[in-house]
C-alpha cells in the first residue's frame, strides 16, 4: 500500500471515452496507458473505488481497476498470445477429469460439470473429452480449431473476463460459460471448488481451502460486477 496524496477523483469525456483522473491529473496504468474506457458505468465504479481509499491506497480493494488495467496493459495489445494461451489450457480443462472413485464424487462432478461441457458442444460446436485420471488428454486438431475461434471471436472486454476466470478455475469452459452468462458467479465457484467442498465436507474445514474458497469468490464477483456494468 502507498499513501494517499490525491483530494478528488474525477470523469472526463472525449471522444467516445471516458477518462479518469485524480485531481484533473489522468491516472495511468501500470504500463503508463491511460486508464481510460467508453462505458460510462464502469467508469463511474472505478472511480468509487478511488474515492473510497483512505489514508492508505489497497489495491486490493480495487478489484474493477485492475481488470479494467488488465484490459487495457495485457488484453488488447497481447489478444493473440492469450486466445492460444487459453486453448492450451482447454487441453487440461478441470472439467474434464473425474474421479474414478469414490462413487459420490464421481457423481457431483457429472452432474455438475457435464452440463457446462454439454453446452459448449451444444452451442459451440467444441467437444471436450472427458476421462478419468489426470493424463493429459489433449484436443483434436477440429476441437482445437473451433474453440480458437469462438474465443476470438468476443470482445476484448469479455476475453478479460473469460481468462480471469479460466486463470483462476483451471477451466476454459467456466470461464466461457460465465462470461456469456451460461454460469453465475455462485455456480461457477461451486463447479471449480466442487472437489475441495467435498474434501471439506468429508474430513473437516481446512484453513488453506476455505481461504481459496473466499480469494476466488471474490475473484468471481468482481467479473461479474465488471461485466454487469458494461453490458447494462
Known amino acids: 500500500m502507498r499513501k494517499r496524496l490525491y ?22 496504468t501500470p504500463a503508463k496507458a491511460l486508464l481510460t474506457t467508453p462505458y ?12 473510497n481509499q483512505g489514508s492508505q491506497i489497497d489495491t486490493q480493494s480495487m478489484p474493477l481497476t485492475k481488470i479494467l488495467n488488465t484490459l487495457i496493459d ?24 473425474r474421479a474414478s ?23 459451440h460446436g467444441v467437444g471436450l473429452a472427458v476421462a478419468e485420471g489426470v493424463m493429459p488428454l489433449g484436443l483434436s486438431g477440429r476441437d482445437g480449431k473451433e474453440l480458437k475461434t469462438v ?6 472486454y469479455t476475453l478479460t473476463i473469460v481468462q ?6 483451471g477451466s476454459l469452459a467456466l470461464g466461457l460459460a460465465f462470461a456469456e452468462g451460461r454460469l453465475t ?14 474434501q471439506m465436507e468429508t474430513w473437516g474445514e481446512d484453513i488453506a481451502l476455505l481461504a481459496e474458497h473466499k ?9 461479474e460486477r465488471f461485466l454487469h456494468l458494461v453490458r447494462h
Request: charged letters at 25%.
Open 7 to 28: 483530494r478528488g477523483v474525477s470523469v472526463t469525456e472525449g471522444a467516445g471515452q471516458y477518462l479518469i483522473a485524480i485531481d484533473d491529473e489522468p491516472i495511468r
Open 40 to 51: 460510462k458505468r464502469l467508469a463511474e465504479a472505478v472511480v468509487e473505488e478511488w474515492e
Open 74 to 97: 495485457r488484453v488488447i495489445p497481447e489478444r493473440v498470445e492469450i486466445i492460444q494461451e487459453l486453448v492450451v489450457l482447454a487441453e487440461t480443462d478441470l472439467l474434464c477429469y
Open 101 to 123: 472413485h469414490p462413487l459420490d464424487l464421481r457423481i457431483k462432478q457429472d452432474t455438475v460439470w457435464q452440463p457446462v461441457l454439454d453446452w459448449l458442444l451444444s452451442f
Open 151 to 156: 474465443v476470438s471471436s468476443v470482445s476484448s
Open 164 to 169: 480471469l476466470v479460466a486463470a483462476n478455475t
Open 185 to 198: 458467479a455462485a455456480e461457477t465457484l461451486a463447479a471449480a471448488q466442487l472437489d475441495e467442498i467435498y
Open 215 to 223: 480469494r476466488l469468490e471474490g475473484v468471481l464477483l468482481s467479473a
